[in-house]
Structure formats: C-alpha cells, structure tokens
C-alpha cells in the first residue's frame, strides 16, 4: 500500500520560501503517476498547487505558478514544493497525493505551514 | 481558473438521501469525464469516494454514487448515516490543470 508523509519546516518567514518534501513508500516513484501538492487554508477549502511526473514533467495552478516549484528525487523516491514569496496568506495545511491518472488516490497526512515573522 | 461551485452545507436524516451539487463550465466539468469527489473529516486528509464522474475506488459504499449532465456534476448519499457528515469536495481536470469545488458542509440531523 502506498504512503505519503510529508516534512519540512512548520514557520516560514513572510518573503521567504516554503519548503517541503514529500516520501513516498510502498511504490515506486516512478510508476505511471502523478504526484500533487494540494494545499488547505486553515478553515477553507482545498487548492491544487501542481503536480509532477517522474520524467520531470509539471503542471502548476496558473495562479500559484510565478513562485512555486515541484521536483522529483528518484533516488530517494520523494518530491518536494518550493513556495517563494510567501506571505500570510500562503499560510495552510499542506498535503501531498498520488494522481494515477484523473483524481487523488492516496495522500498524506497533511502538514501546516504556518508564515509568520 | 476559477473555483467549482458547491453548495456551502446540504443536511438530511439518517436513511435519507442527498445530492451535492458541483458547477463548473464547458472548460472543465462539462469539458472532461474526470470530475472526482472528496470526503475530509475534520482534522484529516481527504478521502477519494468518486473518480472519473461515476466509479467509486474499492473500498467506498455503494451507498455513494456519482453522476454528470452539462457543466454541473453530483455527488449522491443514499441511506445516509452520521458518519457520513463531513466536508465533500469536488474536483475537475481543466487542461492541464486541476480545480476543487469550494467544498460543502453534510450535516446529518
């Protein structure tokens, strides 16, 4: 069974970068799949930031895509989202997912970011 | 890309049925046979209980099923019972991209 956890820095400063990182276990990586970021404000619904393939491939939200990055780490089969600029408002619970094609199959147990001087 | 449109909360008793509503446009939900639904508990991460409009992973109830006509999807619990209140989700492919619902309230009285 596939498990996602994800790690990473719990207080970011305003205008610096969220970092996160997110393990993959019970899977390869590099199966047929695509691995997403998914965000939730605390008390509001979810956003899709993007998502990655294991050929390096993205797709971000138009409206996140200017400050965020998602890349892949084969060898040590996790992905990781980079956030710059963040303010308050980037402020939530943080989860990564397995897309096997059309919809989240898998997640993680979520993590929040919370930016704050 | 704007958000899907959800009714913030539906409720209904226990062994009723209900229908969670998701509006979208022809360029995502009425574009694509790839709307799937979300159930979150409070303090957890989201559970896949629709994909691809009308397939429920295994594991789910049968007492949940999915449907699409147009721009608007729908979620439908029959013979609902208190742990199916939670927050439900919908989510649509909208090329090469991917947008949620706003999300809705199931009360169960």
């Known amino acids: 069974q596939v498990q996602l956890q994800e790690s990473g820095p719990g207080l970011v400063k305003p205008s610096g970068t969220l970092s996160l990182t997110c393990a993959v276990s019970?899977?390869?990586?590099?199966?047929?799949?695509?691995w997403s970021w998914v965000r939730q404000p605390p008390g509001k619904g979810l956003e899709w930031i993007g998502e990655?393939?294991?050929?390096?491939?993205?797709n971000y939200n138009p409206s996140l895509k200017s400050r965020v990055t998602i890349s892949v780490d084969k060898s040590k089969n996790q992905f990781s989202l980079k956030l710059s600029s963040v303010t308050a408002a980037d402020t939530a619970v943080y989860y990564c997912?397995?897309?096997?094609?059309?919809?989240?199959?898998?997640w993680g147990q979520g993590t929040l970011v919370t930016v704050s001087s | 890309q704007s958000a899907l449109t959800q009714p913030a909360s539906v409720s209904g008793s226990p062994g009723q049925s209900i229908t969670i509503s998701c509006t979208g446009t022809?360029?995502?939900?009425?574009?694509?046979?790839?709307v799937s639904w979300y159930q979150q508990h409070p303090g957890k991460a989201p559970k896949l209980m629709i994909y691809d409009v009308s397939n429920r992973p295994s594991g789910v109830s049968n007492r949940f099923s999915g449907s699409k006509s147009g721009n608007t999807a729908s979620l439908t619990i029959s013979g609902l019972q208190a742990e199916d209140e939670a927050d439900y989700y919908c989510?649509?492919?909208?090329?090469?991209?991917?947008?949620f619902g706003g999300g809705t309230k199931l009360t169960v009285l």
């Open positions: 019970g899977g390869s990586i590099s199966s047929s799949n695509w």
């Open positions: 990655i393939y294991h050929s390096g491939s993205t």
């Open positions: 022809s360029s995502d939900v009425g574009g694509y046979n790839y």
């Open positions: 989510s649509s492919y909208t090329s090469s991209s991917k947008v």
């Open positions: 997912a397995r897309d096997p094609g059309s919809s989240w199959s898998h």
